[in-house]
């Protein structure tokens, strides 16, 4: 089936831990993006990355890193640098980036609790 | 700020009636609006969506309508079920910004039995 996976489901993280959630997509899909969700809270944006080997910081990139050495895949760390990163987590999809109308499309997220 | 909002967090209607979600937007820039319903624990999924050129669009069971003089954006959907609970998001695209969508905090819609 096409879409986009990521795992794991549920992670948890230590204090000074950096933890890697994992985003993959067969959707043939040149951009990807992730999302943090706080509880009650619209999706806010991480990082975003339009082609392989590009990316770009969204509005609360501090913490976060990641990389597009693949098309299909856009794995994001959550470094010890990240004070709260208790929350949900989504990737996303669409087709080429920085043209209207490109529908994105999520994966099921992955929830992230610090212990 | 965000640019998309709702004007209410929760909206509880019986089930088999209409249903309305609203949506206003601050950006006159934005051409392009989606419709996303998530459900507990879930990622958002795609309902509908609508360009700048048009004022209304229909699926299976809902309708879009966008009033671009009051910069308003609505989801209706008919004869609600128990399977429409969810958070509905509307989100907008702001002429071809490279860095996906804008998003409001979502509407919850309870149905009640």
């Known amino acids: 089936d096409g879409g986009i996976t990521q795992s794991p489901k549920y992670l948890f993280r230590k204090e000074g831990q950096n933890v890697t959630l994992s985003c993959e997509q067969n959707?043939?899909?040149?951009?990807m993006y992730w999302y943090r969700q706080d509880p009650g809270q619209g999706l806010r944006l991480i990082y975003y990355s339009q082609i392989v080997n590009d990316f770009q910081k969204g509005d609360i990139a501090e913490g976060y890193s990641v990389s597009r050495e693949k098309k299909e895949s856009f794995p994001l760390t959550v470094t010890s640098a990240q004070k709260n990163p208790t929350a949900f987590y989504l990737c996303?999809?669409?087709?080429?980036?920085?043209?209207?109308?490109?529908?994105?499309?999520f994966g099921e997220g992955s929830w992230l609790t610090v212990v | 700020g965000e640019s998309v909002g709702l004007h209410l967090p929760t909206l509880s209607v019986q089930e088999g009636d209409n249903s309305i979600i609203n949506c206003a937007y601050s950006?006159?820039?934005?051409?392009?609006f989606i419709w996303y319903k998530q459900e507990s624990g879930k990622g958002p999924q795609f309902i509908i969506d609508i360009r700048s050129n048009m004022d209304k669009r229909q699926g299976q069971r809902v309708t879009v309508l966008l009033n671009k003089t009051v910069k308003h954006l609505s989801l209706q959907i008919a004869a609600t079920q128990p399977g429409d609970s969810a958070v509905y998001f509307c989100?907008?695209?702001?002429?071809?910004?490279?860095?996906?969508?804008?998003f409001g905090k979502g509407t919850h819609l309870i149905i009640q039995p």
């Open positions: 959707l043939n899909h040149d951009a």
């Open positions: 989100a907008e695209n702001m002429g071809g910004g490279a860095d996906g969508l804008t």
């Open positions: 950006n006159s820039a934005s051409d392009y």
């Open positions: 996303a999809s669409s087709i080429p980036a920085g043209l209207s109308g490109n529908t994105i499309y």
